[in-house]
């Protein structure tokens, strides 16, 4: 099996929610980002911003890296909206925290960003219960659980149903605590 790594920070670092859509995906550890940061500011289909890297001078953010299947990026591609709002970048440069090193992997990156956009609250939701997973520094947490959010009022939207899906899962019956 051909494997690749692939770099999560939105509602990806969710292991749960990443194996449900790429079965293969295990986690190799967490990395930083140098130059970058996350925001909700990538338009979504269903209308709620989506999270995206933003390029910042100075900035540092953590993410997970995964190993899967090569076989199972087209699917990730297509899951991720690639010519759709998000570019795969194939050499996207993070520092592994467990022993500082450089490592390219497989990312997203926004094509457009609109500011005034905020993420439902499940998705959000999703993004907290990762980086709480995954150990995140607390002014991390903290950063995301300050972000505005929206309530998503389409209760049976395939999305999220998918995404509450995931969060029970990973043991988060009661999400909305996250937030």
């Not at 509602?11 to 449900?20: D, E, F, G, H, I």
């Not at 295990?26 to 209308?47: C, H, I, L, Q």
């Not at 540092?60 to 899967?68: M, N, Q, S, T």
Request: with cysteine; net charge negative.
């Amino acid at each position: 099996m051909h494997t690749c790594l692939y770099f999560a920070y939105g509602s990806n670092l969710l292991s749960t929610r990443l194996t449900a859509r790429c079965a293969s995906a295990r986690v190799v550890g967490v990395a930083m980002t140098e130059g970058w940061t996350v925001g909700f500011t990538k338009p979504g289909g269903d209308g709620s911003g989506k999270a995206g890297l933003v390029q910042r001078n100075g900035a540092v953010h953590p993410g997970v890296v995964y190993e899967l299947d090569a076989q199972e990026m087209p699917l990730l591609d297509q899951i991720e909206g690639v010519g759709h709002g998000y570019i795969r970048d194939d050499d996207f440069a993070v520092t592994m925290l467990d022993d500082g090193k450089p490592v390219s992997t497989a990312t997203y990156v926004p094509q457009r960003h609109d500011p005034a956009l905020m993420p439902f609250d499940w998705y959000l939701a999703l993004c907290i219960a990762g980086a709480a997973e995954n150990r995140f520094d607390q002014q991390v947490l903290a950063a995301f659980q300050k972000t505005p959010y929206k309530p998503d009022i389409e209760d049976h939207r395939p999305a999220r149903l998918a995404g509450v899906e995931a969060l029970r899962a990973a043991g988060h019956t009661r999400w909305k605590a996250l937030l």
